[in-house]
């Protein structure tokens, strides 16, 4: 296990090199990021629910997600009303979990084809809170305000890849459709790329300049989703009467770095807080490493 996270360390310190010596900037990752969402992420996903039984249960896991997402909405409304307008909308919007990019190759360290299976339905929860929850706090803390439809919100949700793909696999699974061999074995190539590539893209991103400006309210907003996430993540652990991997999903979970998509969120409502936005996501990747780390040595 020690050996599988030093090699994932080294994988993201040397997306961090490449961008330190100019070889690659941080703007080849949205090319990067549009591979690994449009392309290798759906094919892993495909591969992960055609190798595996999915118990029933685990229709509940995008339920609970969601559910954390609206309790952490509300109490951030509570937390941050003293905040200015565009540094509580900002907070809010960083509301979802990066699991994709960054919790697949760690779980699958971890748990194989198992924990990805988990994690994936756990993803499906986190793309509503994105796309349903975050956006529309974004918008409506943004300067122009609320300006969305109900149909602009179905829209990012049905132009979600990865979502999309998390549904037709899922539906396709239960209903015991087998996909033809060709297209899982052209899935399966296409997915091994998905790791390095994620762990490569959370390097690129990496970036440890933090503005004293910011200082105070990163850390008021750090000890409130982790504090949150912890709570609620070891509560849920001992009263859900699922099986272990469900819970442990449930509790690592929680404790995921944000969203990455809360950054494309800041821009496109031209949030002046962007920089902050940037920061707090990479000090939550550093943060959920450590902690995973202690998970996969003391706990499991």
């Known amino acids: 296990m020690n050996q599988e996270f030093l090699y994932i360390i080294l994988i993201i310190g040397l997306g961090y090199l490449l961008k330190r010596f100019n070889i690659l900037k941080e703007k080849d990752g949205e090319v990067i990021s549009k591979i690994i969402f449009k392309i290798t992420l759906p094919a892993l996903v495909i591969v992960t629910f055609h190798s595996v039984d999915i118990d029933t249960t685990l229709i509940y896991l995008p339920f609970i997600v969601f559910i954390?997402?609206?309790?952490?909405?509300?109490?951030?409304?509570?937390?941050?009303?003293?905040?200015?307008?565009?540094?509580?909308?900002?907070?809010?919007?960083?509301?979802?979990?990066?699991?994709?990019?960054?919790?697949?190759?760690?779980?699958?360290?971890?748990?194989?084809?198992?924990?990805?299976?988990?994690?994936?339905?756990?993803?499906?929860?986190?793309?509503?809170?994105?796309?349903?929850?975050?956006?529309?706090?974004?918008?409506?803390?943004?300067?122009?305000?609320?300006?969305?439809?109900?149909?602009?919100?179905?829209?990012?949700?049905?132009?979600?890849?990865?979502?999309?793909?998390?549904?037709?696999?899922?539906?396709?699974?239960?209903?015991?459709?087998?996909?033809?061999?060709?297209?899982?074995?052209?899935?399966?190539?296409?997915?091994?790329?998905?790791?390095?590539?994620?762990?490569?893209?959370?390097?690129?991103?990496?970036?440890?300049?933090?503005?004293?400006?910011?200082?105070?309210?990163?850390?008021?907003?750090?000890?409130?989703?982790?504090?949150?996430?912890?709570?609620?993540?070891?509560?849920?652990?001992f009263i859900l009467p699922y099986d272990q991997m469900f819970r442990y999903t449930i509790m690592i979970g929680l404790l995921l770095p944000v969203a990455t998509s809360a950054l494309v969120f800041a821009v496109e409502f031209k949030y002046s807080t962007t920089r902050l936005v940037a920061t707090i996501s990479n000090i939550t990747i550093v943060i959920s490493i450590v902690i995973l780390y202690v998970f996969a040595n003391f706990i499991i």
Do not use: C
């Open 68 to 237: 954390f997402g609206l309790i952490t909405v509300f109490l951030g409304l509570l937390v941050f009303k003293n905040e200015e307008r565009e540094l509580k909308g900002s907070f809010l919007m960083l509301s979802g979990f990066n699991v994709g990019l960054f919790a697949f190759p760690l779980v699958y360290a971890m748990w194989g084809m198992e924990g990805l299976t988990h994690f994936s339905m756990f993803d499906v929860g986190t793309s509503f809170i994105v796309f349903g929850l975050a956006y529309i706090f974004g918008s409506y803390f943004s300067k122009e305000g609320l300006r969305l439809k109900p149909l602009d919100i179905f829209k990012k949700l049905g132009k979600s890849i990865p979502l999309m793909t998390y549904i037709i696999a899922s539906a396709l699974n239960f209903s015991n459709v087998q996909l033809p061999d060709t297209l899982i074995h052209v899935a399966s190539t296409i997915s091994a790329a998905n790791i390095p590539l994620s762990l490569l893209l959370l390097g690129l991103y990496l970036n440890f300049k933090v503005e004293k400006q910011f200082i105070k309210p990163i850390l008021k907003y750090l000890t409130f989703r982790y504090s949150l996430g912890l709570i609620v993540g070891v509560a849920l652990y």
